[in-house]
């Protein structure tokens, strides 16, 4: 019975799929644990289980202690640099092939999206990509920043001896207003917005969904565990994250 419920629902969302004029999908850690990264909630695997996320990826902290930010952060950025996309980014970037998909709003910073192939991919928390000089704007791509750390472990411009922080928005920091502004216009134009591997729980991004319910538009929401927004889905979908998604482009 459970399997005829997917099914019914792949083949309900692929129906909103093809209906849509403007799809947007915004994604969660949800959607990366299927490539070995663990999501920020999962007992015993989360990523602030050891560690408090106040003390070590907060923008006070990395101005207070950058020895101890950069003990959690430089191991960080090794192993989500090595990490590969899994089907599901690979099923978003099929649907913007297709020209049924418009855009990835996405909370992730793994760049997991890109790699996959999607073209338009709006990163509202920043990424590992590259990491910049706080004093004089230098830039360094992912690559290059693990030439910069000193004896004490703390990345350091090359230029001008400033500090140096990767470009991913931690807590007590702003998110970048260029990327809110265009995933805002995204959801403000879309009629279906595809909710995949998120929580729906962390703000602004949050209330994003509202944007597109507000001008009428439909949500389809793909992640385990309760939503704020499962009541005001068309689809609710709530298996592995992977066969849901390819299940829907089975059924396209």
Not at 129 to 150: K, Q
Request: net charge negative.
């Amino acid at each position: 019975m459970a399997g005829e419920v997917a099914t019914a629902q792949a083949q309900r969302l692929a129906e909103l799929i093809r209906e849509s004029g403007a799809t947007v999908a915004l994604t969660g850690a949800g959607i990366s644990v299927p490539s070995g990264i663990p999501d920020f909630r999962t007992p015993g695997e989360g990523l602030w289980e050891e560690v408090d996320p106040m003390e070590v990826a907060h923008i006070d902290a990395f101005h207070g202690d950058p020895e101890r930010f950069w003990s959690f952060y430089r191991p960080r950025l090794h192993a989500l640099g090595d990490v590969q996309p899994n089907r599901a980014h690979e099923v978003l970037a099929e649907l913007e092939s297709r020209g049924m998909l418009d855009a990835v709003i996405t909370q992730n910073i793994d760049m997991l999206h890109t790699k996959a192939g999607s073209e338009r991919v709006v990163e509202v928390h920043g990424s590992i990509r590259s990491a910049r000089c706080l004093e004089c704007g230098t830039e360094y791509g992912l690559e290059e920043v693990d030439e910069l750390f000193d004896d004490e472990g703390v990345a350091i411009c090359s230029r001008c001896r400033g500090h140096v922080k990767p470009d991913v928005v931690l807590f007590g920091e702003m998110l970048p207003a260029d990327a809110i502004e265009e995933a805002e216009a995204l959801a403000s134009r879309a009629e279906l917005m595809l909710c995949i591997g998120s929580s729906l729980e962390v703000y602004p991004v949050a209330g994003l969904p509202s944007v597109t319910l507000a001008r009428g538009g439909r949500l389809a929401i793909v992640t385990q565990g309760p939503t704020p927004f499962d009541s005001d889905a068309t689809v609710r979908m709530d298996g592995d994250v992977v066969a849901d998604l390819e299940a829907v482009l089975e059924a396209l």
